[in-house]
């Protein structure tokens, strides 16, 4: 509705922000506020009666509501009936939420001269155009856009109950996670890391049992392991795939070897199969730590559904990742399932009474609301993941090292990892670029001097070139494919130089 002279730089404003893949936030102080204005403003603007033009604002509204997200006022906000205007007022409220980074673009003189970063429109788009562009690693903010009132029921509405601990929420989780992963039982937990711990102890590992992890992964996998006094011996990665060696396992096995944790590197599940048999000739029990591949496909079963037990990760990064930290246990085996169960709750069946030592390892009912309304669009993410998989691989296939995904795996894409002999320069270049990046990891597990006090057997060739190679790209499901191109655009431009 055109509010000649204003209409030209607002529309300028507003179209530059956008162009810049800016988020706008358009105050309003009610749904029937806005109904009115735009009515008013046909009203005026055509030969439309007033009756007439409510009508036509309601249509308008439901359409432009369609791709809207409402950023619901706080209860702080009506603490404002001592301010002259107590609508700019709860507007100044609402814009100081939004981050220091933001800009306030109004023609109120009154807040251009009281707020700082309040402009006008004409100003704003100077400052606009003078934004860098920065490409997060992981966009959390349009994930959230993309479900912002689902996440808002579930958080509220664990808030209005009060039951923030073992709420319903929890519950429906551990049946949202089976009925998606084909696995007979999900315990929700407090973190990826307890995850581990918790199988750990469901298993009845001892003091000085060994259990086989890969060199190539996060500390966790082979620091739960020491943690329960357990000895973790690390085996080399697949060169192709990053994954464990099941080659390597065999070479590890002693008397004292007790199981096997592979990891799903970057969200590729390893050969489960191979590493499965193996366990079975040397009656091992295996855990597939999944803390990178929730969702991922290995031969038509999916990742937590392998082995005798597996464990993920919900970490806000993570492909399915909550606001917090949060984890899971999945097994088809019922006996192990309790053992978790207990050992999660202190070690205690009933309350207050207390059959084994345990620990504090529940997920909490808010993050378990967060990752159930998440998992109801995960399929389509995971889609969106591997076409921005795809992009990438078709732009830098022959540049630079490119992930392999085997036939019959789908990845998650918990990171895009390219490897060159010149990733530090590589990174320094695209760092000039606004451009992020990172290492997942810098140095192999068997180098750690967490693990110095453990006797290495052996080498590992594969990791330790990995850890001086390997860069992961920004990657998640609504990277744009302008974006895709100007990161490809750059490392091919800087390995041309």
Same mark, same amino acid.
């Given at each position: 509705?055109?509010?000649?002279?204003?209409?030209?730089?607002?529309?300028?404003?507003?179209?530059?922000?956008?162009?810049?893949?800016?988020?706008?936030?358009?105050?309003?102080?009610?749904?029937?506020?806005?109904?009115?204005?735009?009515?008013?403003?046909?009203?005026?603007?055509?030969?439309?009666?007033?009756?007439?033009?409510?009508?036509?604002?309601?249509?308008?509204?439901?359409?432009?509501?369609?791709?809207?997200?409402?950023?619901?006022?706080?209860?702080?906000?009506?603490?404002?009936?001592?301010?002259?205007?107590?609508?700019?007022?709860?507007?100044?409220?609402?814009?100081?939420?939004?981050?220091?980074?933001?800009?306030?673009?109004?023609?109120?003189?009154?807040?251009?001269?009281?707020?700082?970063?309040?402009?006008?429109?004409?100003? @704003? =788009? &100077?400052? !606009?155009? /003078?934004?860098?562009?920065?490409?997060?690693? $992981?966009?959390? +903010?349009?994930?959230?856009? #993309?479900?912002?009132?689902?996440?808002?029921?579930?958080?509220?509405?664990?808030?209005?109950?009060?039951?923030?601990?073992?709420?319903? @929420? =929890? &519950?429906? !989780?551990? /049946?949202?996670?089976?009925?998606?992963?084909? $696995?007979?039982? +999900?315990?929700?937990?407090? #973190?990826?890391?307890?995850?581990?711990?918790?199988?750990?102890?469901?298993?009845?590992?001892?003091?000085?049992?060994?259990?086989?992890?890969?060199?190539?992964?996060?500390?966790?996998?082979?620091?739960?392991?020491?943690?329960?006094?357990?000895?973790?011996?690390?085996?080399?990665?697949?060169?192709?795939?990053?994954?464990?060696?099941?080659?390597?396992?065999?070479?590890?096995?002693?008397?004292?070897?007790?199981?096997?944790?592979?990891?799903?590197?970057?969200?590729?599940?390893?050969?489960?199969?191979?590493?499965?048999?193996?366990?079975?000739?040397?009656?091992?029990?295996?855990?597939?730590?999944?803390?990178?591949?929730?969702?991922?496909?290995?031969?038509?079963?999916?990742?937590?559904?392998?082995?005798?037990?597996?464990?993920?990760?919900?970490?806000?990064?993570?492909?399915?990742?909550?606001?917090?930290?949060?984890?899971?246990?999945?097994?088809?085996?019922?006996?192990?399932?309790?053992?978790?169960?207990?050992?999660?709750?202190?070690?205690?069946?009933?309350?207050?009474?207390?059959?084994?030592?345990?620990?504090?390892?529940?997920?909490?009912?808010?993050?378990?609301?967060?990752?159930?309304?998440?998992?109801?669009?995960?399929?389509?993410?995971?889609?969106?993941?591997?076409?921005?998989?795809?992009?990438?691989?078709?732009?830098?296939?022959?540049?630079?090292?490119?992930?392999?995904?085997?036939?019959?795996?789908?990845?998650?894409?918990?990171?895009?990892?390219?490897?060159?002999?010149?990733?530090?320069?590589?990174?320094?270049?695209?760092?000039?670029?606004?451009?992020?990046?990172?290492?997942?990891?810098?140095?192999?597990?068997?180098?750690?001097?967490?693990?110095?006090?453990?006797?290495?057997?052996?080498?590992?060739?594969?990791?330790?070139?990995?850890?001086?190679?390997?860069?992961?790209?920004?990657?998640?499901?609504?990277?744009?494919?302008?974006?895709?191109?100007?990161?490809?655009?750059?490392?091919?431009?800087?390995?041309?130089?």
């Amino acid at each position: 509705a055109k509010r000649i002279p204003f209409t030209v730089t607002s529309i300028l404003a507003y179209n530059t922000a956008v162009l810049h893949n800016i988020r706008v936030w358009v105050y309003v102080g009610s749904v029937q506020t806005l109904h009115y204005i735009l009515a008013k403003e046909l009203t005026r603007n055509s030969s439309l009666s007033f009756k007439s033009s409510l009508v036509e604002a309601k249509e308008l509204l439901e359409t432009f509501s369609a791709d809207v997200q409402w950023l619901p006022a706080l209860s702080e906000d009506s603490n404002v009936w001592n301010a002259i205007d107590p609508e700019d007022e709860q507007l100044k409220k609402a814009f100081s939420r939004l981050g220091s980074n933001a800009l306030f673009i109004t023609r109120d003189k009154e807040i251009i001269h009281t707020v700082d970063r309040a402009v006008r429109p004409e100003e @704003a =788009v &100077k400052l !606009l155009e /003078e934004q860098k562009r920065v490409i997060p690693f $992981v966009d959390l +903010s349009l994930q959230r856009d #993309s479900m912002r009132g689902e996440l808002q029921k579930g958080i509220f509405g664990v808030i209005h109950s009060n039951q923030f601990i073992n709420g319903p @929420a =929890v &519950k429906t !989780l551990g /049946e949202d996670l089976s009925a998606f992963s084909g $696995v007979k039982h +999900s315990i929700p937990c407090a #973190s990826g890391t307890d995850a581990l711990l918790l199988a750990l102890m469901a298993l009845d590992v001892k003091p000085g049992d060994e259990i086989i992890v890969p060199a190539f992964t996060f500390i966790a996998t082979g620091s739960m392991v020491s943690f329960y006094k357990a000895v973790p011996v690390f085996v080399d990665v697949d060169p192709v795939t990053f994954n464990m060696d099941p080659v390597g396992i065999k070479k590890k096995i002693t008397s004292k070897t007790v199981g096997v944790i592979p990891v799903s590197i970057y969200g590729q599940c390893p050969p489960m199969n191979e590493i499965n048999k193996i366990a079975d000739e040397h009656n091992l029990w295996v855990i597939e730590d999944a803390a990178q591949s929730f969702g991922a496909d290995y031969r038509d079963k999916k990742s937590c559904n392998l082995s005798t037990m597996a464990t993920t990760s919900f970490f806000p990064a993570k492909p399915l990742g909550c606001y917090g930290d949060g984890g899971a246990v999945f097994t088809n085996n019922t006996e192990l399932a309790e053992k978790v169960k207990l050992f999660a709750n202190h070690g205690q069946a009933k309350r207050y009474y207390h059959s084994k030592i345990g620990i504090n390892g529940r997920i909490d009912t808010i993050q378990a609301a967060v990752v159930s309304t998440k998992l109801k669009h995960f399929e389509n993410e995971i889609e969106l993941r591997n076409r921005v998989a795809a992009k990438y691989t078709d732009r830098l296939k022959g540049v630079v090292k490119t992930p392999n995904v085997l036939s019959y795996n789908r990845s998650t894409w918990a990171q895009y990892t390219i490897q060159s002999d010149r990733r530090d320069f590589l990174r320094e270049k695209l760092t000039e670029k606004n451009i992020p990046s990172a290492i997942h990891y810098p140095m192999p597990l068997p180098r750690q001097e967490a693990f110095s006090y453990i006797e290495q057997n052996g080498s590992f060739p594969v990791s330790d070139m990995l850890s001086e190679q390997v860069m992961s790209l920004p990657m998640h499901s609504f990277l744009r494919d302008e974006e895709i191109d100007f990161i490809s655009k750059t490392i091919i431009e800087a390995l041309n130089e």
